[in-house]
């Protein structure tokens, strides 16, 4: 039976990049081999370079794997098909004919992906990635900013790899790419800064990139070798090679990248919030064939820095926040000491740095009242007669011209625009910015078209371009102290206009204020990607631990302990912020609690721990109370086994829980909880302290715990109209005393 090759021959005749299948190529990169099996193990695509291996085509294509190697070797690889996990950092190893392979395995469809590729240079040792690992904690601690890590990481990959460059490679909202940091070999000119068209990483290119997170290119002057089948029916597109590491390339990037005089690539993806933020893009300029274990590691550095990408972006965020609300809060003393009498006060130039603008302007009725660079009054009236036919609120544009058709004088290009109500708007200006944009090659050239298909540019020499009519743009955090500004003016706005009662709203402002202090940092910690990190320090550190195949020096097993233990409660730290941030937030309803059933269903459920602490607890009977279960399940856990925590090691813990009813207070009942030990107790000068939120009593600070859980107790009992007051003697014990309201909706 005559094989068939389903090598896609039509890719010279494309007319568009974006329509080709560079997924199904049918061929691939010939420093290895592909064997494609059904659920049954048969093969039935090979590529047509098995030969080079010592496989016949006749004894491989249509028989099962059992009897295409040696049975030793066709035992260990159909266990590992059996096993149907398959990891890219843990590859199939195998031998045939005195030739070592590392086999990545994947599933396409229907069909297993085998691929086979020599490993000559042998494995990495495990000690370097240990290295690595905790190189790159130092790296954290010693640079500051996004693009001071991404050089680092370049650095620190072209070490481990050895190309000739490293860059970089970062996406804007167009996908046009930057090369944001760059290391390479002295004799090289310098790419850093330059910039490429989306054309240069099609869209189905980058698709490919966010599903396949490194891709290899040995030489690009390779001769594809074609799938080959005996199903006659069959084509390129019946196998999807996405997640294939021996993938043909396209021809169109192959040619890219000899007009660059690359001759090797080795890729790997930076996502950030489940999207391609960039690439880590390496450059020999001749043929280089990484080993498997050195690839994972430079992939491992792309792990480290896609884990720090958003947590960077977000110190930076923070710290123009910061910065930011230092201004605002300038300019809300002036709002507050009510120096402020007429509309055009408020124009002052505190209002105009506040946003990091130029000028600003406020339309009050038939009024403007401007300070700083402002456009003219009559741009300012078509303006907002154009926001107000667009019912917009609110507008931010770095290019007022592009999105409005409007051109501003006085080089004013952006704008930040509210509407405060119908007769009054807040705008803030800001400068033209002209920058000039060193593009590798002409962009508008980048993929040039004749009868034969397409081609990319053959000169990649720098094409500048002076980009006008765009301000800077307007950062997030620029927009967000806007906003408290805009609220600000108008509360002070309406008591210009009405006259009223000022010192009640500043109050009410106040108590927002101190009411959100606390939550604030939490929300802004709690809302980012900050456990992602240490999930993955965890992750490596366990499997570094684990796989017995790797040894380590008692120290060097211990530090990596010692870093999963601290990453551990790092993450429960950020639990119980989460926990005291629902107890301040949460919207619950009151129902009737059973406290002595509600006690034992705690006491059961906890039995092994209160057995092996040796713990008496003595419980008088409870009341019957209206409150919220999970709350207040949560607030008797706390105290119970914080009196655990802290018991002496030389004394069984005694815990005694009792209650009485106290006299009505203006007609309303209240009952009094009182829980004591015999445990460690504390000094009475420090009864408030411990309520507070991160607050450890020095002497107790070698026990494990996030100093939350007494700050979470205060919180539970607030909510529901009561109070709770500690007492103890140091080494004697402690008492907590809680007195809550029979029903808190009487209160």
């Known amino acids: 039976m005559k094989a068939i090759s389903i090598e896609n021959t039509e890719l010279a005749n494309l007319t568009n990049c974006d329509s080709e299948p560079i997924h199904t190529p049918g061929t691939i990169q010939p ?10 193990y048969k093969v039935k695509f090979c590529s047509k370079n098995i030969s080079d291996f010592q496989l016949s085509l006749e004894h491989t294509l249509d028989q099962n794997i059992l009897s295409v190697f040696d049975p030793e070797q066709s035992i260990i690889i159909k266990k590992y ?9 843990k590859p199939l190893t195998c031998q045939h004919q005195e030739i070592y392979f590392n086999v990545n395995v994947h599933r396409s469809g229907e069909y297993f992906i085998l691929e086979f590729e020599p490993f000559p240079d042998g494995n990495l040792e495990l000690s370097n990635l ?79 990139y966010q599903h396949n997170l490194m891709r290899m290119i040995v030489d690009v002057n390779y001769i594809p070798a074609p799938l080959l089948t005996f199903n006659k029916e069959a084509d390129h597109e019946q196998l999807d090679l996405s997640h294939s590491l021996l993938r043909s390339v396209s021809p169109i990037h192959i040619e890219y990248l000899k007009n660059m005089g690359v001759s090797g690539t080795l890729t790997i993806s930076l996502m950030s919030d489940n999207k391609l933020w960039g690439l880590i893009a390496c450059h020999h300029y001749s043929a280089k064939n990484l080993p498997h274990y050195v690839r994972i590691s430079a992939r491992l550095q792309g792990h480290f820095l896609t884990s720090q990408i958003k947590v960077q972006k977000v110190a930076e965020e923070y710290a123009l926040k910061m910065k930011l609300d230092k201004k605002l809060d300038a300019f809300l003393a002036i709002l507050d000491s009510h120096s402020l009498k007429a509309e055009n006060d ?71 625009y509210y509407k405060l109500d119908e007769t009054v708007s807040l705008l803030w200006f800001r400068n033209e910015f002209k920058k000039e944009i060193h593009w590798a090659g002409d962009p508008d050239k ?25 301000s800077s743009d307007w950062q997030q955090a620029e927009i967000d102290i806007a906003n408290k500004c805009v609220y600000a003016i108008q509360k002070h706005y309406s ?42 320090i965890r992750v490596f550190a366990s499997m570094l631990l684990n796989q017995e195949k790797f040894t380590f020096d008692p120290q060097a097993a211990n530090l990596i302990g010692r870093m999963a233990a601290s990453a551990g409660k790092m993450h429960n730290l950020l639990d119980d912020l989460m926990s005291f941030a629902k107890v301040k937030n949460g919207e619950y309803v009151y129902e009737e609690i059973n406290l002595n059933e509600l006690l034992n269903f705690i006491l059961e459920e906890n039995k092994d721990v209160i057995q092996e602490s040796k713990c008496t607890v003595n419980i008088d009977s409870l009341p019957i109370v209206h409150g919220i279960t999970v709350l207040m399940r949560q607030l008797l856990s706390n105290l119970l086994f914080n009196s655990i925590k802290f018991s002496r090691p030389d004394i069984s813990p005694v815990i005694t829980i009792r209650s009485r009813l106290l006299p009505l207070k203006e007609e309303i009942a209240f009952y009094e909880l009182v829980i004591s030990d015999n445990g460690q107790g504390f000094e009475n000068q420090y009864a408030d302290l411990i309520f507070k939120a991160f607050q450890r009593l020095q002497y107790t600070a070698q026990i494990e715990g996030t100093g939350m859980g007494l700050a979470i107790c205060k919180k539970i009992v607030e909510m529901h109209k009561g109070k709770i007051v500690g007492e103890g003697l140091l080494n004697q014990g402690a008492t907590f005393t809680i007195t809550l309201p029979f029903h808190p909706d009487h209160v």
């Open 130 to 208: 240990y290295l690595q690992t905790k190189k790159f904690t130092s790296i954290l601690s010693e640079t500051i900013g996004l693009k001071q890590l991404c050089q680092t990481i370049s650095e620190e990959v072209k070490f481990i790899t050895g190309y000739d460059r490293v860059m970089v490679y970062t996406f804007d909202e167009k996908f046009n790419g930057e090369i944001f940091a760059e290391a390479k070999n002295a004799e090289l000119e310098p790419f850093l800064g330059l910039h490429y068209p989306h054309t240069d990483i099609p869209a189905q290119a980058r698709a490919l």
């Open 31 to 40: 420093h290895g081999f592909l064997l494609a099996l059904d659920t049954d």
């Open 446 to 470: 980048s993929i040039m078209k004749d009868q034969s298909g397409l081609s990319p540019r053959k000169s990649f020499a720098v094409w500048k371009e002076v980009v006008t009519n765009y």
């Open 346 to 416: 408020i124009t002052v130039e505190e209002l105009v740095s506040l946003t990091n603008s130029h000028g600003v302007c406020l339309v009050s009725d038939a009024s403007v009242y401007s300070y700083g660079d402002v456009p003219e009054i009559e741009e300012i009236t078509t303006l907002l007669k154009i926001m107000s036919e667009k019912n917009f609120q609110f507008v931010s544009s770095a290019n007022v011209l592009n999105d409005f058709g409007l051109y501003l004088s006085r080089q004013v290009a952006g704008c930040l």
């Open 81 to 89: 098909l059996d096993n149907s996990i398959f990891e890219s950092t």
């Open 495 to 536: 008591i210009l206009k009405s006259k009223k009662v000022q010192k009640t709203q500043s109050k009410l402002l106040k108590k927002l204020q101190q009411a959100n202090e606390e939550l604030e940092n939490i929300n802004w910690i709690s809302t980012h990607d900050l456990k992602e990190p240490l999930r993955k």
